[in-house]
């Protein structure tokens, strides 16, 4: 957990510190004035999406609030998590969406919503029910929503500037102050290029710490473990077109269903047993082993919001 908070802290000094420098030689370099002014209206284009994804989440997903009479078992989870994690009851949604996941999102932690898929439910047992949903009331606790909004802000920037630089910036200069511009123009896009791998990085860290944050709240590690095996599993039989349905709102699932296919070729391993989940033996001998991950693995998780799954079970094997 240590590492974990030194990498965010780390990772949010960088992305500010990116913007700074970016800022300062563009100033210097252009005398521009107006770089607060993008600053700002990307700001305010955030905060406006921030405001309004909780309404454009239940739209994608199509998500009916319930009530407890409807959901009891349910809602004495979520409320046992909630107390636990000491925060407000959080609303609980339904979401027809043929996808076995759960998500959470709000913009406080007053207006925290848990939300699962009808298949979800009809997938997992209670105990791993209850470790998903633990996973989703740490997203909540953790105000992982605000932290990716807040650092999202950095890359929109740069490209606000990148933008007025090599399509607008250009008039009324020399030939040789034209080719510096472009030279701070392409470096500024490269800038936007490296800090929305950083937000997506961060993104990563989150899923880390709510994993944790799960195992903190009562779960046994092994019941999350087996909970994201089973949600891999059915994800890599789904069609790829019902998988385009929810690709604008996959970053809040507890996995990433696009990359099920490949994971449960990796995931496959760790059954030893092939009964379907992963007990406490598996994640034993998993945390006693040195992972293998091919190159293309590696390079791929740069570009993804989730962590890949096999490193993410074998992190949950030391919590146990």
Sequence with gaps: MFLLNIRMYALVTLMFAFLYAVISMLSYAMGMVNITAYFMMTTIFV????????????????????????????????????????IPMPRIGISPVAIPNAFAYGRWLSDGRVCVTEKLLQLLNPDELRAVLGHEIAHIKNRDVLTITLLSVVPLVLYRIASHILFWGQGGRSRRDGNHILLLGAATLVMYFITNLLVLYGSRIREYFADR???????????????????????????????REVQSVK???ANDPNRAFNEIKE?????LDN??????????????????????????EFF?????????????????
């Design 213 to 243: 944050g799960s195992v903190a709240l009562g779960n046994h590690p092994k019941n999350l473990a087996s909970a994201l095996y089973k949600l891999v599993y059915a994800s890599a039989h789904i069609p790829r077109e019902k998988l």
């Design 47 to 86: 905060i406006i999406q921030y405001f309004i994804g909780p309404k454009m989440v239940e739209w994608s997903m199509r998500v009916q609030y319930v009530r407890e009479n409807q959901y009891p078992e349910l809602f004495l989870m979520v409320r046992d998590l909630a107390k636990t994690a000491n």
């Design 251 to 253: 970053a809040f699932f």
């Design 304 to 320: 993804t919001t989730h962590p890949n799954m096999l490193k993410r079970i074998k992190k949950l094997s030391s919590y146990a």
């Design 275 to 300: 009964s379907g989940t992963i007990d406490a033996q598996e994640l034993k001998i998993l945390n006693e082993i040195t992972l293998k991950l091919s190159v293309s693995d590696k390079f791929f």
């Design 267 to 271: 995931l496959r391993q760790i059954d």
